[in-house]
């Protein structure tokens, strides 16, 4: 049995709490390794090492910064198949997903090669008489990440790049489902050139989070995963005076109008819906159909494609859909929620119930489903699932469509499809959520813009990556300055004006 460790201080150190969680494949359910649970000792002592790392770092001008980073894409691309079958290994996705997730963080890191150009500041000459006024982006210090398990490359690099490029120590806590990618990142990043202590790992449980949100040390929380979590880590660490931005749990409506290309949005629907197990929090879970004979033409594309998907461990190459969902408890849950639609009067389209496979049946594998009929009151619409469930919704016209996806309590990401230019404005106008895709089913924002969602999808006020990235990482400081020679008045006792 493997035993996983922490990385910290530029070493894999052994976890001394004495408390581990299993490290399972999904494909084959079987235990692969055990990873540590921190205690606050274990996360007391990457935070000493931090603070002690952390203003070298900050002196290191943004250039070479910079170079680290892009030294560091390299290695990404270098290890790129490696990284991909460590994450496949624990996670359970495809390895072309898996890619795709090392993929979409490597681009965040070469955003980050921007730093020099993003950390300028501003100045006004000659503010008043003599004087100039001028201000800095700064480093907060050491700051600190908590991350899910379905993007385990691509989130921790969404935090750690631009925290890092911006002069930061990162601690990062990633999930303890799949953690041996986080720890082969920073082995990479220090291969690139960052000097030790800078990222550091730290593996656990709530025990570690809370050792994170009670430090004064850290200045700043970085949070992706469930909303409950979510909404514990926003109050506790902003009441410990903290930086929290958090992103939460999501329920994806896609609105197809009566005059899309029904194909198109098969297509969409069957790769949003399904991709990685629909373990995505960008996944559509929600289809909503305008009119009766939307849904019914809609249906006769899309049975037969959620029909053929193929489910199977990533070891199968390119010949698989989707994989094995993250944990037995989760297929549990989703079984669950599966039957609570069937109770409350769903209709089951796609029956993904009894899925087997054969060599693999200790795996945590879930078939496809597909329900019609569904409603708002029902459990599957209110839920976040988080597996291969997508649910289709008639609505009897644009207005009551629209109106779903603005009253549901989550607002990450939406979807409309339609050819009218019209609809899809307004709907891009109206609508209460974060991310909003055109005839594009997963409007993943990419590395230079932002990403977040609204509602109960996100706490805080800057979203991820992108120029927010920046100033989440820093704290803008203003110098007004004059000279000795630029003084020409004495003392003065009102509030000074530049006149
Ligand atoms: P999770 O909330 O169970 O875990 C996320 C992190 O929180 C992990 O590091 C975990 O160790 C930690 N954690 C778990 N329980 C905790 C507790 N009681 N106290 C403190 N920390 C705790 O989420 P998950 O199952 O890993 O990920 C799936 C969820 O993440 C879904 O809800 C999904 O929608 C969401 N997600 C959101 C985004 C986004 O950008 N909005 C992106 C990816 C995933």
């Not at 150190?13 to 000792?41: C, I, M």
């Not at 501003?122 to 503010?127: G, K, L, V, Y």
């Not at 929380?221 to 992103?247: D, H, L």
Request: aromatic content about 8%; overall charge negative; proline content about 6%.
């Amino acid at each position: 049995m493997q035993e996983l460790t922490h990385y910290i201080g530029g070493e894999h150190v052994k976890g001394t709490s004495g408390r581990f969680a299993d490290v399972f494949n999904p494909a084959t359910g079987e235990v692969q390794a055990k990873v540590p649970l921190a205690n606050a000792d274990e996360m007391a002592k990457a935070v000493e090492i931090a603070a002690k790392a952390q203003p070298a770092w900050a002196a290191v001008n943004p250039q070479r910064r910079a170079r680290v980073m892009m030294a560091f894409v390299g290695l990404l691309n270098r290890d790129m198949d490696k990284l991909a079958e460590a994450l496949s290994r624990e996670h359970g996705k495809t390895l072309p997903d898996a890619k795709g997730d090392v993929i979409r963080g490597l681009e965040v890191v070469e955003y980050c090669i921007g730093a020099p150009q993003l950390l300028k500041g501003e100045f006004t000459d000659s503010a008043g008489p003599g004087i100039d006024m001028y201000s800095m982006k700064q480093p907060l210090g050491v700051t600190a990440g908590i991350t899910p398990f379905n993007f385990p490359a691509m989130i921790p690099m969404w935090m750690f790049a631009p925290a890092i490029a911006c002069g930061n120590a990162f601690i990062l806590k990633p999930s303890e489902r799949d953690p041996s990618v986080p720890l082969m990142l920073a082995e990479l990043m220090e291969e690139a050139g960052l000097p030790k202590g800078i990222l550091q790992v730290v593996n656990g449980d709530k025990e570690a989070v809370d050792a994170i949100l009670y430090d004064d040390t850290i200045q700043s929380v970085g949070f992706v995963g469930s909303t409950p979590i979510a909404e514990y880590i926003y109050g506790t660490g902003c009441a410990q005076g903290k930086r929290v931005q958090c992103f939460g749990g999501a329920k994806n409506h896609m609105i197809i109008m009566p005059d899309a290309d029904m194909d198109q949005a098969a297509d969409a629907l069957v790769g949003a819906g399904y991709g990685a197990a629909g373990e995505r929090c960008m996944a559509i879970s929600v289809a909503v159909a305008v009119g009766d004979e939307t849904a019914d033409r809609l249906l006769e594309k899309l049975v037969p494609k959620v029909e053929a998907l193929k489910v199977g461990p990533y070891t199968s190459g390119n010949d698989v859909d989707y994989g094995p969902v993250v944990t037995a408890a989760a297929k549990a849950n989703i079984e669950r929620l599966v039957q609570t639609g069937i109770d409350q009067g769903a209709k089951l389209v796609v029956d993904g119930r009894n899925f087997n496979l054969q060599g693999y049946e200790d795996g945590f594998f879930v078939g496809p489903h597909l329900f019609d009929n569904v409603t708002k009151d029902m459990d599957i619409y209110q839920k976040e699932i988080f597996g291969p469930v997508l649910s289709m919704m008639r609505a009897q016209n644009y207005e009551e469509a629209i109106g779903l996806a603005m009253d549901h309590e989550y607002g990450n990401g939406t979807a409309i499809y339609t050819r009218d230019g019209d609809t899809a404005r307004d709907f891009a106008n109206r609508i209460n959520i974060g991310m909003v895709g055109v005839n594009v089913p997963i409007p993943v924002p990419l590395a230079y813009h932002t990403f977040g969602g609204w509602k109960k999808s996100m706490f805080g006020d800057l979203n991820q990556h992108g120029p927010d990235a920046f100033k989440f990482y820093t704290r803008t400081k203003t110098i007004t300055s004059r000279w000795p020679s630029g003084i020409k008045e004495g003392g003065e006792f009102s509030i000074p004006l530049m006149e």
